[in-house]
């Protein structure tokens, strides 16, 4: 139908009588008074479940009882402390100006800045640092400008920080209340005298926080890295030490935190040095260190199992390997006929375990090398006969190589589930 | 005594035995005095093999719903010898339905035997003498009643036993605890180099007065599991030298792949996939 409207084709006659006598009604029904058509066809062209907005309201007019006219008038007296005068438009009602102050004035709040006398300057609050003037003119700012103390550092001619700044000022406030007060302990709960300036701590903490704020991405990302390093190495110390002092691990997380703080700052610096702290930090996770370190942790324990520590030393040892290896490892002791835990852990067999270990994670290696350069070469070897844990390298392998490589794989595809190891392999 | 004892080892510090031993303070909380003095030796440790577990048997005629077992729940040493020169008392944690389900046994032999118709895992925690280590040691023990194998019914003659082996070290033990135990037959104690002085053994308060603390002839001997390492060193032995020989094998291949000549490498890239 609107179709047709827009493109100006006649209607036929039937269908327009009976669309004009049906239209006024069907509109009333369709539309409800007060919101566009298009605007109401955005609910989905139904009405809501509640009504959001009583159409009735829209347009309601204010009780006609009242006479409103606006009026310019000059702000009242209190809302300004000087001879300014400043007018705004006010809605009076009935030719009656709102009554009572300005309603904002409330919020016209200054600091207390307590003003000494001289005699009080001679007695308590000379400084070698500080003239009297100078002491003088900041406190002028401090009341003019409400302790800001950033305008007051731009505005005082000689130039001091505004860590100087603000221990002049809560130094001396501190001062006059501690002389003005009766007994110490009036002002002992006034927040100037409860919790002083510390100088030294807030150019610290300045300083610390520009540093973080002004780190790039990169040297986020570095320290990142350089804490979570730190954190794992804490922890699998923290695991030996936690039964024995409650204070270390504590101590722990905050000086590698400091420490690599200290080592991204040498990084804006010269970043060649970044390499060192982290080869460091990197170095300790070898298998050498980790042995000494594992050692080291359960000597902190006074007293521990054999299986506790072998299971560390596992750890240890593994700790650069992942999931799959360690599976697999695992998979070759069953293999071998190997318990994974050892039923008689003596001192000499939890060494051989492991050893063995150590050396089936070193045969995984090699075979892996040798995958690797397999693969790359594009050569076909005579089949390995490794097979525990040779079964699934082969298996890997082939998915890894196109499709039509030839397969140098150690065992046949049939060959699904790893078999026992057999004296012919040898 | 212990102070001049410490004092003569100072005057002779000019031994060989020198690098081994170093002066550590123990701890100073404790108001014994021997404690605040103490020295330990250094990198020796001193290990205590020790089984632990359970042995349960079926009631048959007598079991009733709710106690249908007698099990028996202990710690001994490996070699069935007394292992009251290092243990103090031993608390066993049981299930919280029994009664007074924190037992603590101050003698040994360290067991304890209930009646009941459930397993649960039973908390062992060693306590050791003052000398020896201030720290509980804690393990835990699934009690087993029932047997591997449902076939038939349960007979009230062969128990259910389930032990493990394993070994207490205490790593840089005190050097009063290494004097008092270095000929004790329970306590695996190194040799150490000669030259090496220890104080005079000093024996503990509370010895056990009351009969053997050993196991060796204990009722339940005869179900007592043998752990020999001897078997586990051969299979661990057979099976490094499988592996050796593999690692062996492999280096041999390695080493003749690098060797062989590179230029078929870019030829071998092309055909990749």
């Given at each position: 139908?609107?179709?047709?409207?827009?493109?100006?084709l006649?209607?036929?006659?039937?269908?327009?009588?009976q669309?004009?006598?049906?239209?006024?009604?069907?509109?009333?029904?369709r539309?409800?008074d007060?919101?566009?058509r298009?605007?109401?066809?955005?609910?989905?062209?139904?009405?809501?479940l509640?009504?959001?907005i009583?159409?009735?309201?829209?347009?309601?007019r204010?009780?006609?009882?009242?006479?409103?006219t606006?009026?310019?008038?000059?702000?009242?007296?209190?809302?300004?402390?000087?001879?300014?005068?400043?007018?705004?438009?006010v809605?009076?009602?009935?030719?009656?100006p709102?009554a009572?102050?300005?309603?904002?004035?409330?919020?016209?709040?200054?600091?207390?800045?307590?003003?000494?006398?001289?005699?009080?300057?001679?007695?308590?609050?000379?400084?070698?640092?500080?003239?009297?003037?100078?002491?003088?003119?900041?406190?002028?700012?401090?009341?003019q400008?409400?302790?800001?103390?950033?305008?007051?550092?731009?505005?005082?001619?000689?130039?001091?920080?505004?860590e100087?700044?603000?221990?002049?000022?809560?130094?001396?406030?501190?001062?006059?209340?501690?002389?003005?007060?009766?007994?110490?302990?009036?002002?002992?709960?006034?927040?100037l005298?409860k919790?002083?300036?510390?100088?030294?701590?807030?150019?610290?903490?300045?300083?610390?926080?520009?540093?973080?704020?002004?780190?790039?991405?990169?040297?986020?990302r570095?320290?990142?890295?350089?804490?979570?390093?730190?954190?794992?190495?804490?922890?699998?110390?923290?695991?030996?030490?936690?039964?024995?002092?409650?204070?270390?691990?504590?101590t722990?997380?905050?000086?590698?935190?400091?420490?690599?703080?200290?080592?991204?700052?040498?990084?804006?610096?010269?970043?060649?040095?970044?390499?060192?702290?982290?080869?460091?930090?990197?170095?300790?996770?070898?298998?050498?260190?980790?042995?000494?370190?594992t050692?080291?942790?359960?000597?902190?324990?006074?007293?521990h199992?054999?299986?506790y520590?072998?299971?560390?030393?596992?750890?240890?040892?593994s700790?650069?390997?992942?999931?799959?290896t360690i599976?697999?490892?695992?998979?070759?002791?069953?293999?071998?006929?190997?318990?994974?835990?050892?039923?008689?852990?003596?001192k000499?067999?939890?060494?051989?375990?492991?050893?063995?270990?150590k050396?089936?994670?070193?045969?995984?290696?090699?075979?892996?090398?040798?995958?690797y350069?397999?693969?790359?070469?594009?050569?076909?070897?005579?089949?390995?006969?490794?097979?525990?844990?040779?079964?699934?390298?082969?298996k890997r392998?082939?998915?890894?190589?196109?499709?039509?490589?030839?397969?140098?794989?150690?065992?046949?595809?049939?060959?699904?589930?790893?078999?026992?190891?057999?004296?012919?392999?040898? | 005594?212990?102070?001049t004892?410490?004092?003569?080892?100072?005057?002779?510090?000019?031994?060989?035995?020198?690098?081994?031993?170093?002066?550590?303070?123990?701890?100073t909380?404790?108001?014994?005095?021997?404690?605040s003095?103490?020295?330990?030796?250094?990198?020796?440790?001193?290990?205590?093999?020790?089984?632990?577990?359970?042995?349960?048997?079926?009631?048959?005629?007598?079991?009733?719903?709710?106690?249908?077992?007698?099990?028996?729940?202990?710690?001994?040493?490996?070699?069935?010898?007394?292992l009251?020169?290092?243990?103090?008392?031993?608390?066993?944690?049981?299930?919280?339905?029994?009664?007074?389900?924190?037992?603590?046994?101050?003698s040994?032999?360290?067991?304890?035997?209930?009646?009941?118709?459930?397993e649960?895992?039973?908390?062992?925690?060693?306590?050791?003498?003052?000398?020896?280590?201030d720290?509980?040691?804690?393990?835990?023990?699934h009690?087993?009643?029932?047997?591997?194998?449902?076939?038939?019914?349960?007979?009230?003659?062969?128990?259910?036993?389930?032990?493990?082996?394993?070994?207490?070290?205490?790593?840089?033990?005190?050097?009063?605890?290494?004097?008092?135990?270095q000929?004790?037959?329970?306590?695996?104690?190194?040799?150490?180099p000669?030259?090496?002085?220890?104080?005079?053994?000093?024996?503990?308060?509370?010895?056990?007065?009351?009969g053997r603390?050993?196991?060796?002839?204990?009722?339940?001997?005869?179900?007592?599991?043998?752990?020999?390492?001897?078997?586990?060193?051969?299979?661990?032995?057979?099976?490094?030298?499988?592996?050796?020989?593999?690692?062996?094998?492999?280096?041999?291949?390695?080493s003749?792949?690098?060797?062989?000549?590179?230029?078929?490498?870019?030829?071998?890239?092309?055909?990749?996939t």
């Open positions: 139908m609107d179709a047709k409207d827009i493109l100006g006649p209607k036929t006659p039937l269908a327009i009588t669309e004009k006598k049906t239209r006024p009604q069907r509109d009333s029904q539309k409800p007060g919101i566009a298009e605007v109401y066809a955005l609910t989905g062209g139904l009405a809501p509640m009504p959001s009583d159409a009735s309201e829209l347009k309601r204010p009780p006609s009882s009242e006479k409103i606006w009026q310019w008038l000059p702000f009242p007296r209190s809302a300004l402390k000087d001879n300014l005068q400043l007018y705004h438009w809605r009076v009602v009935n030719g009656v709102p009572g102050d300005y309603s904002f004035a409330k919020y016209n709040k200054s600091v207390e800045v307590i003003r000494y006398t001289d005699e009080e300057y001679e007695k308590y609050l000379s400084d070698p640092a500080w003239t009297k003037e100078e002491t003088d003119r900041l406190f002028d700012l401090c009341e400008f409400d302790l800001r103390f950033i305008i007051i550092a731009d505005r005082l001619l000689t130039l001091r920080t505004v100087e700044l603000k221990d002049r000022y809560y130094s001396v406030s501190r001062a006059i209340l501690s002389s003005r007060a009766s007994s110490s302990g009036e002002v002992a709960g006034h927040p005298v919790e002083p300036y510390n100088v030294s701590q807030e150019t610290e903490r300045k300083r610390a926080l520009s540093m973080v704020l002004s780190q790039t991405r990169h040297q986020e570095k320290d990142a890295e350089v804490l979570a390093e730190a954190k794992r190495i804490t922890e699998s110390r923290m695991a030996a030490r936690v039964a024995e002092e409650p204070n270390l691990p504590v722990l997380d905050i000086c590698p935190e400091s420490t690599e703080r200290d080592i991204v700052l040498g990084d804006t610096i010269s970043p060649p040095n970044v390499q060192v702290p982290s080869a460091a930090v990197a170095s300790s996770t070898t298998m050498m260190a980790d042995n000494t370190s050692l080291a942790s359960l000597r902190m324990l006074w007293v199992l054999r299986t520590a072998l299971e560390q030393m596992v750890q240890a040892a700790s650069s390997a992942g999931l799959r599976k697999r490892v695992e998979q070759a002791l069953q293999d071998l006929g190997v318990d994974l835990k050892p039923k008689v852990p003596t000499a067999v939890c060494a051989e375990h492991l050893e063995l270990r050396e089936i994670l070193t045969l995984l290696n090699l075979q892996k090398q040798k995958s350069l397999a693969v790359d070469q594009d050569r076909t070897f005579v089949p390995d006969t490794i097979s525990f844990g040779g079964d699934r390298l082969g392998e082939q998915k890894r190589k196109g499709p039509g490589r030839a397969s140098e794989t150690p065992s046949s595809p049939a060959h699904k589930r790893p078999r026992k190891l057999k004296a012919s392999d040898l | 005594m212990p102070h004892a410490i004092e003569a080892q100072a005057e002779d510090g000019g031994s060989a035995s020198k690098p081994q031993r170093i002066i550590k303070l123990g701890k909380s404790d108001d014994i005095d021997k404690k003095t103490n020295r330990r030796v250094k990198d020796v440790e001193i290990c205590v093999p020790i089984v632990y577990g359970t042995i349960a048997f079926y009631l048959g005629r007598k079991a009733s719903e709710s106690q249908s077992h007698k099990w028996t729940v202990y710690v001994r040493g490996a070699t069935n010898e007394d009251g020169a290092v243990i103090k008392h031993v608390v066993f944690q049981l299930h919280p339905s029994f009664n007074n389900p924190t037992r603590i046994v101050e040994p032999p360290f067991e304890l035997s209930e009646c009941g118709w459930g649960f895992e039973i908390g062992i925690s060693l306590f050791f003498h003052s000398d020896v280590c720290k509980q040691l804690d393990l835990y023990h009690l087993k009643l029932y047997p591997e194998d449902e076939s038939g019914p349960q007979s009230t003659k062969k128990p259910v036993v389930v032990e493990s082996y394993n070994e207490i070290v205490f790593p840089d033990p005190s050097e009063c605890f290494f004097a008092r135990v000929n004790h037959p329970a306590v695996l104690v190194p040799r150490l000669a030259g090496f002085s220890l104080p005079a053994p000093v024996p503990l308060e509370n010895m056990n007065e009351n603390g050993d196991t060796k002839d204990h009722p339940l001997s005869q179900w007592f599991m043998n752990f020999s390492e001897a078997d586990e060193l051969l299979k661990l032995a057979a099976a490094r030298q499988q592996v050796q020989a593999h690692i062996v094998k492999l280096r041999r291949q390695l003749a792949i690098d060797g062989m000549p590179q230029p078929l490498k870019p030829a071998s890239s092309y055909e990749c």
